[in-house]
């Protein structure tokens, strides 16, 4: 029995047929192996630029020793520490592997077959591909000319079959956040049947004053708030994410996730990178700097951008953005198109250490005269 | 807006509601945490009780330096290695979060809401968990009188609705396997429209000749091989398996697949793991002799045991499992009582170090006499 390309398709999941798989930003090891000598500078990914401190590095070494034996539960280990830090309670949590795992699990736990959930145009495409995963159909509610989220077009696309709405705050790849007199007002009119994902990969670089904390409402509404050491805690490598939410909410969670989806060096590696928040405020502090420095160069360039409430920036070029990617990597710079996102003229630039922001300004300056 | 419990659950994805979350064996870590004092022997999750080997642990100390970074894909690194070894494709292979997460990927690329999946009685409940997850419906096959998979009776039960089925090769938790011959009658039988996930996670320990290597079959059918560093390559804590499939059902799994699901650290221990072959083949053979220790004593202590392709037993002790279970707890050894599989008077136990297998052994003297 010998099945052609065609038979096997016909076998697929209703709605997997028209999924593409998604495509990482360019890795350092790609570019190399692409046959790339010189320098490689990555700012595509919006990951920490720096190596882990000592602290974590050991604890995972020490850790390594036990690897031939499955993860131990959270419940008694990370989960009491990060509580404490949180300042939540221990079954409020749940893990993932990556944030991007507890995305996937709650489109399982709450989206049925069609069943229609509202995700922003122009924003990460986990949200949309975890909903057709898990059968839902995608809604699609446009940002404001401003480029922000716009919380009352989301809330007049909520029908009654309504079952999730994806709410990045910030949202990437544009940078921007919504306040909480506007949340608290989104909260106050939205239906009860609506399970909110407010995810907040990148709270940490937020200094906006008028920032609202998701973790201030889970009480409020069934609201699940996403947050993630891949990003300012330095462990993109490890894949560990968290959410936190109310107990019941949370309890739905772990029906559907994987009984090991944590492994133990990244159990070991969030004990202890908990412990090094100094260090994670001083990278919170030069990212700040650095895109106040980015900001300037941008101004001079004459160049449009997004002020962002984040480590990264997007930048209107006033080029095709798939062709100033291409000619950024020729220079060793590695970004992001925004075409992936359906902003033909912008790329995404991560937030990097100074050498590396200037190469990119040098390569650009270069490209665009 | 205030929601009370049952409201959450009406929010809740049709086969979401009745799934119970995993209860993995007791860890170490767990059992010192209630406060058992003495040593404790854990031979419970069939993992390889030795640390793995120092370039193992070198190879995740050095690659922590990078974790602050996106894992790489694997298809440049990883998978060729792996295909080389195998002496298959590059792209016929996908990896997971361990094995069990490509269970899952493997049921959301195929299983629609109410696919009847056959799924036999008694063995690792992760298939039914994700034919649950992704809305499809099993359907129990029962053992053979012997505990053998009873591929005739699968069969009888594939109807022209039947999605996938499931073949665990050895099984777990009886430890048998299904012959070469019986396996190539099962596939010249098998309607075209059934995809079949095989899984032979134990399939280092298996040393009947007869034994069919699944990796031979995937050009013959719609079929998923599945393998393991998590238990002969002792790697299950750092979470990586992976799958041999013809290039197109490969395709297909990325669609569904998370783009970051196997970390950094995983891959680097796997890659080191893949060179310690004589590492790998030694503990095989010292689990081979302890299980003719272990079968041995059985006889001796008049228990019936089935004689097992793995590196576990599935034992009589002619008393209630869960009580063997907790009395043995009170000896410091973990074991699994057969509760879980619906086998009450079974216990299933890894086969360990010799000075483990003693320490259990007295203890179920000391428990059963």
């Given at each position: 029995m010998i099945l052609n390309m065609f038979e096997i398709k016909s076998l697929l999941r209703k709605g997997i047929r028209d999924l593409e798989p998604y495509v990482p930003g360019l890795s350092e090891e790609a570019l190399q192996r692409a046959g790339h000598r010189s320098e490689i500078t990555k700012l595509a990914s919006n990951e920490n630029p720096t190596s882990p401190p000592d602290p974590v590095i050991d604890a995972i070494c020490q850790e390594a020793r036990r690897i031939n034996r499955y993860p131990a539960g959270m419940d008694e280990t990370?989960?009491?520490?990060?509580?404490?830090?949180?300042?939540?309670?221990?079954?409020?949590?749940?893990?993932?592997?990556?944030?991007?795992?507890?995305?996937?699990?709650?489109?399982?736990?709450?989206?049925?077959?069609?069943?229609?959930?509202?995700?922003?145009?122009?924003?990460?495409?986990?949200?949309?591909?975890?909903?057709?995963?898990?059968?839902?159909?995608?809604?699609?509610?446009?940002?404001?000319?401003?480029?922000?989220?716009?919380?009352?077009?989301?809330?007049?696309?909520?029908?009654?079959?309504?079952?999730?709405?994806?709410?990045?705050?910030?949202?990437?790849?544009?940078?921007?956040?919504?306040?909480?007199?506007?949340?608290?007002?989104?909260?106050?009119?939205?239906?009860?049947?609506?399970?909110?994902l407010l995810d907040e990969a990148y709270h940490e670089y937020v200094d906006a004053p008028a920032y609202p904390d998701g973790m201030g409402y889970i009480h409020d509404a069934p609201l699940i708030v996403l947050r993630t050491f891949s990003k300012a805690y330095g462990l993109a490598g490890v894949r560990i994410g968290y959410a936190i939410a109310r107990p019941d909410i949370i309890d739905m969670l772990h029906h559907v996730r994987l009984p090991f989806n944590v492994n133990r060096l990244a159990q070991a590696a969030a004990m202890a990178a908990l412990r090094q928040r100094a260090w994670?405020?001083?990278?919170?502090?030069?990212?700040?700097?650095?895109?106040?420095?980015?900001?300037?160069?941008?101004?001079?360039?004459?160049?449009?951008?997004?002020?962002?409430?984040?480590?990264?920036?997007?930048?209107?070029?006033?080029?095709?953005?798939?062709?100033?990617?291409?000619?950024?990597?020729?220079?060793?710079?590695?970004?992001?198109?925004?075409?992936?996102?359906?902003?033909?003229?912008?790329?995404?630039?991560?937030?990097?250490?100074?050498?590396?922001?200037?190469?990119?300004?040098?390569?650009?300056?270069?490209?665009?005269?």
């Open positions: 990370l989960a009491p520490e990060l509580a404490a830090f949180l300042g939540c309670g221990t079954h409020e949590l749940i893990f993932g592997n990556g944030a991007e795992e507890i995305i996937l699990m709650a489109c399982l736990t709450f989206v049925n077959e069609g069943d229609p959930c509202v995700i922003i145009e122009h924003t990460f495409d986990a949200y949309e591909t975890a909903v057709r995963v898990a059968g839902g159909k995608p809604v699609f509610s446009p940002l404001t000319p401003s480029f922000h989220v716009d919380l009352d077009d989301i809330l007049a696309r909520i029908t009654p079959e309504t079952k999730m709405v994806f709410l990045p705050n910030p949202n990437n790849p544009t940078g921007t956040v919504f306040t909480k007199k506007a949340f608290e007002s989104f909260l106050a009119r939205l239906p009860e049947h609506v399970v909110v994670v405020q001083e990278h919170v502090q030069k990212m700040l700097g650095e895109k106040q420095f980015l900001y300037h160069a941008l101004k001079e360039l004459n160049l449009f951008y997004i002020s962002s409430q984040t480590n990264f920036i997007l930048i209107d070029t006033g080029k095709n953005a798939d062709q100033v990617f291409q000619a950024l990597l020729h220079h060793g710079v590695i970004v992001r198109p925004g075409t992936i996102w359906g902003l033909d003229t912008f790329i995404r630039l991560t937030v990097g250490p100074r050498r590396e922001n200037e190469r990119f300004l040098n390569a650009l300056k270069a490209i665009i005269s």
